[in-house]
């Protein structure tokens, strides 16, 4: 009888071990989700301002149909919050702005952060998931 309740002490604490590992998987996969989320969500944020500063008249301290000399600091006092940091990449042209988000959580493949990026065009915009 000892024997028996043994075996079943060590198949529970299998169990239970292997739920544990489970459910963090599940809880940074998700708060993965939730951080990629986040930053999209603050990056549409910045579109706006930048789709903006696109309509505004030169005189009025726009882009004058220009997305030149736009600053992410019009959209974010900082350029980073608790949900990552962000970027303008690449170069600034007058129908196209490229701004990438930076997670504070590690993406799908568990080494590199989140990222997601959003092209900005005058009347539409596209937002990717880089990791």
């Known amino acids: 009888m000892g024997s028996q309740q043994l075996l079943l002490i060590i198949l529970g604490m299998v169990v239970i071990g292997i739920m544990v590992v489970i459910g963090i998987t599940l809880f940074s996969n998700q708060a ?7 930053i999209a969500n603050d990056l549409v944020h910045a579109s706006s301002a930048a789709q903006a500063y696109w ?6 301290s726009g882009g004058g149909k220009s997305f030149v000399g736009f600053d992410l600091r019009w959209a974010f006092r900082t350029l980073s919050n608790d949900n990552g940091t962000f970027a303008i990449v690449g170069a600034l042209t007058d129908s196209l702005i490229t701004i990438e988000g930076v997670g504070n959580n590690t993406g799908r493949d ?3 952060p989140v990222k997601v990026a959003i092209k900005v065009y005058p009347s539409r915009i596209e937002v ?3 990791n």
């Open 110 to 112: 568990s080494t590199t």
């Open 128 to 130: 990717q998931e880089v």
């Open 32 to 38: 993965a989700a939730t951080n990629r989320d986040a």
């Open 55 to 60: 309509r505004r008249p030169q005189i009025l």
